[in-house]
C-alpha cells in the first residue's frame, strides 16, 4: 500500500528550489493554502502543496503577475475551468509581455542616441546629463 508523501516547508522549498521565506510569503499572500499541522503543531505539507507551488514558481518565471496567478488558481480551485478561459489569461499576458518588450526597445533606442552624444571627455560638459535634466 502507497502513502502520501509529507514534507516540511523547508523540504519543499528545496524541492522545488526555492526558499523557505518564498513558499511563507505565498503563504501570506493566500496562493498557497494554510497546510495542516502535526500533532506537534509542525505544519505538514503534502503532494498537492508541492504541485501548487511548482505551478507557482513556474508561472513566475514565465512573468506572470501575482494576480494573473491568483486568476489562473482560482480557475484550477474551482475545477470548472475551460481550456478557452485559461488561454484568455495567457493571451492577456502575452499583450503585456509583447508591449514591456516595444517599451524597452524605445528605451535602448533613447538610451542609444543619448550615448553617442557624448564623446567621454573629460570636460565637466556631458550631453546625457543635460538631456537628463532637459524639461522636454
Not at 9 to 29: M, W
Not at 41 to 58: E, T
Amino acid at each position: 500500500m502507497h502513502t502520501a508523501r509529507n514534507y516540511t516547508r523547508g523540504q519543499i522549498a528545496a524541492l522545488t528550489g526555492s526558499n523557505i521565506e518564498t513558499v511563507r510569503y505565498y503563504e501570506s499572500i493566500a496562493l498557497m493554502p494554510d497546510p495542516p499541522r502535526s500533532a506537534n503543531g509542525f505544519r505538514v505539507y503534502d503532494q498537492r502543496h508541492l504541485k501548487r507551488l511548482n505551478f507557482i514558481l513556474r508561472s513566475r518565471k514565465l512573468g506572470f503577475s501575482i494576480e494573473e496567478i491568483r486568476s489562473l488558481l482560482s480557475l484550477v480551485d474551482e475545477e470548472t475551468f475551460t481550456c478557452d478561459e485559461v488561454k484568455e489569461v495567457t493571451v492577456s499576458h502575452q499583450k503585456d509581455i509583447k508591449q514591456k518588450i516595444s517599451d524597452l526597445r524605445k528605451l535602448e533606442k533613447n538610451l542609444a542616441t543619448m550615448i553617442s552624444q557624448c564623446d567621454g571627455g573629460t570636460v565637466p560638459h556631458c550631453p546625457i546629463i543635460e538631456t537628463l535634466f532637459s524639461t522636454n
